[in-house]
Nanobody, 115 residues
Framework: QVQLVESGGGLVQPGGSLRLSCVGSGIILSDNLNRWYRQAPGKQRVRVASMASNGNTLYGDSVKGRFTISRDNAKNTVYLQMNNLKPEDTAIYYC?????????WGQGTQVTVSS
């Protein structure tokens, strides 16, 4: 059974940092295209960062230069390092892993940026 479990969300002040983790079970994350999405209240889910199996990365314009996606193959974990957080980064963050024949989602972790 494939499972993605996110953690690391919380409440942080503007300008602060958080690191989200996505641990995979029943799936080898390094074989897949892994992505982080976020969904703010009343808005559509949008992709913020992605990492291909070869390590290539892409970022949404709103997070470029502040967020970094990375992967630890030994731990079968994908991370999202978020720096210089802004109130508009407040959302539920979801981990997603896409292979040639399946797509998996985590349950989401809440990130709130507020003073």
């Amino acid at each position: 059974q494939v499972q993605l479990v996110e953690s690391g969300g919380g409440l942080v002040q503007p300008g602060g940092s958080l690191r989200l983790s996505c641990v995979g079970s029943g799936i080898i994350l390094s074989d897949n295209l892994n992505r982080w999405y976020r969904q703010a209240p009343g808005k559509q889910r949008v992709r913020v960062a992605s990492m291909a199996s070869n390590g290539n990365t892409l970022y949404g314009d709103s997070v470029k230069g502040r967020f970094t996606i990375s992967r630890d193959n030994a731990k079968n974990t994908v991370y999202l390092q978020m720096n210089n957080l802004k109130p508009e980064d407040t959302a539920i963050y979801y981990c997603n892993s896409l292979s040639y024949n399946s797509e998996s989602w985590g349950q989401g972790t809440q990130v709130t940026v507020s003073s």
